[in-house]
T-cell receptor, first 116, second 110 residues
Framework: NAGVMQNPRHLVRRRGQEARLRCSPM?????VYWYRQLPEEGLKFMVY????????ESGMPKERFSAEFPKEGPSILRIQQVVRGDSAAYFC??????????????FGQGTRLTVV | GEDVEQSLFLSVREGDSSVINCTYT??????LYWYKQEPGAGLQLLTY?????DMKQDQRLTVLLNKKDKHLSLRIADTQTGDSAIYFC??????????FGKGTTLSVSS
């Protein structure tokens, strides 16, 4: 059973380009969370999705950021017109039911986005 | 305050015990967690404690919870060089997402 798979592991984008980050949850997990880790900071919650639904996007910037988790395929975090301040590590976690609770929400290895 | 607070650095010698402290924010948080992050890697769940517990022990790890003071600690016995990493305290508010501290960098010298 493969863990949470994120790709790419490293992504370099020029200012103004689009960044697409992918997260394949663990088998049997239908709940996905995205977190962002700025340099020397803890992780900050961005968005929580179930299949085909955004449940909580209270941590998402209002502009340029979007997320989806289609019925088939990975969850995608999309950042349009990237700026240098978007440079960070983006982590995805998945769980089999809502909330982290007593269920370990497994984290992926992260995608490290660098905007140049 | 609104943040989960942790001290930023801790340096210990190999074989000593390490104690990492954390102050969390929400007395209604049901679960509290300790995660480990090695350089360039993702987060590994070390242990968690349910809010109705005072202590949890798992091999070399001991978690103490003081709900009155909203204080959580992680003790690592017989610290090894392989324990060098960043340790994050996190609380589970409202059952949706985790709130993380900024992490404590543990440095273990031989």
């Amino acid at each position: 059973n493969a863990g949470v798979m994120q790709n790419p592991r490293h992504l370099v984008r020029r200012r103004g380009q689009e960044a697409r980050l992918r997260c394949s949850p663990m088998k049997g997990h239908s709940h996905v969370y995205w977190y962002r880790q700025l340099p020397e900071e803890g992780l900050k919650f961005m968005v929580y999705l179930q299949k085909e639904n955004i449940i909580d996007e209270s941590g998402m910037p209002k502009e340029r950021f979007s997320a989806e988790f289609p019925k088939e395929g990975p969850s995608i975090l999309r950042i349009q017109q990237v700026v240098r301040g978007d440079s960070a590590a983006y982590f995805c976690a998945s769980s089999p039911r809502q909330g982290h609770g007593d269920t370990e929400a497994f984290f992926g290895q992260g995608t490290r986005l660098t905007v140049v | 305050g609104e943040d989960v607070e942790q001290s930023l650095f801790l340096s210990v010698r190999e074989g000593d015990s390490s104690v990492i402290n954390c102050t969390y924010t929400d007395s209604s948080s049901t679960y509290l967690y300790w995660y480990k992050q090695e350089p360039g890697a993702g987060l590994q769940l070390l242990t968690y404690i349910f809010s109705n517990m005072d202590m949890k022990q798992d091999q070399r790890l001991t978690v103490l919870l003081n709900k009155k003071d909203k204080h959580l600690s992680l003790r690592i016995a017989d610290t090894q060089t392989g324990d060098s990493a960043i340790y994050f305290c996190a609380e589970n508010q409202a059952g949706t997402a985790l709130i993380f501290g900024k992490g404590t960098t543990l440095s273990v010298s031989s």
